[in-house]
């Protein structure tokens, strides 16, 4: 089935650096990553999403690639903000069931002013 | 637009009591439901999910229920909740199959 590993676990940077979160998964059919927000007491947010297909997306000061070659998938956030700080979350659908979403663990972002 | 409802917002309940926990979506149809778990500073754990009325999938094997009375409507339940049942849980809702998911705000449980 499929297996999505999350590094790293937690990831501290400066306002205005950049920090990258990478996600491998493991089933070569996947077809859909989303990356979800999700800030202390709240649920989970969606914030962008890669299908297949393309290789890279950008929204804003966040961007996603994917390397469907090595299986892996990475969020860029660029000119981090105090805001950002949160938990972020990768996920995959397996193609052996596409009603769910495979998460990974986790990576707690701290942005420090 | 679409919308996700989750209430209580928080809830303490003793050990041995019964649970229900309500979600209910607004401004779609025939949505997939699901029902998450996250203890403190871990990650998502799905506990179940439906495709439509009656339909329920069942991931973790525990003394929780889950039932979907209604197309919106997804309902989690316990009949005695243990100790181990505490944590946050999530609603959420996609709109077809291997499509994103969305969140609700979540219930804080905590079975004391």
């Known amino acids: 089935g499929e297996n999505v590993e999350q590094h790293p676990s937690t990831l501290s940077v400066q306002e205005g650096d950049s920090a990258v979160i990478k996600c491998t998964y493991s089933?070569?059919?996947?077809?859909?990553f989303p990356w979800y927000k999700q800030e202390l007491g709240k649920g989970p947010q969606l914030i962008i999403d890669?299908?297949?297909?393309?290789g890279e997306k950008k929204d804003q000061r966040i961007a996603v690639t994917l390397n469907k070659t090595a299986k892996h998938f990475s969020l860029h956030i660029t000119e981090t903000q105090p805001e950002d700080s949160a938990v972020y979350f990768c996920?995959?659908?397996?193609?052996?069931?596409?009603?769910?979403?495979?998460f990974g663990t986790g990576t707690r972002l701290q942005v420090f002013p | 637009s679409q919308t996700i409802h989750q209430w209580p917002a928080t809830l303490v309940q003793p050990v041995g009591s019964p649970l229900s926990l309500e979600c209910t979506v607004e401004?779609?149809?025939?949505?997939?439901l699901y029902w998450y778990r996250q203890a403190a500073g871990r990650g998502l754990q799905l506990l179940f999910y439906?495709?439509?009325?009656?339909?329920i999938s069942s991931e973790v094997p525990q003394n929780l229920s889950a039932s979907r009375p209604q197309d919106r409507q997804f309902i989690l339940s316990s009949k005695k909740l243990l100790l181990s049942d505490s944590g946050f849980y999530l609603c959420?809702?996609?709109?077809?199959?291997?499509?994103?998911?969305?969140f609700g705000p979540g219930t804080r449980l905590t079975v004391t």
């Open positions: 890669i299908r297949s297909n393309v």
């Open positions: 959420a809702w996609s709109p077809r199959l291997g499509g994103e998911q969305y």
């Open positions: 439906s495709v439509g009325i009656g339909q």
């Open positions: 401004g779609t149809s025939n949505p997939n």
């Open positions: 089933d070569s059919a996947s077809n859909y």
């Open positions: 996920a995959a659908v397996p193609t052996y069931n596409t009603d769910k979403l495979i």
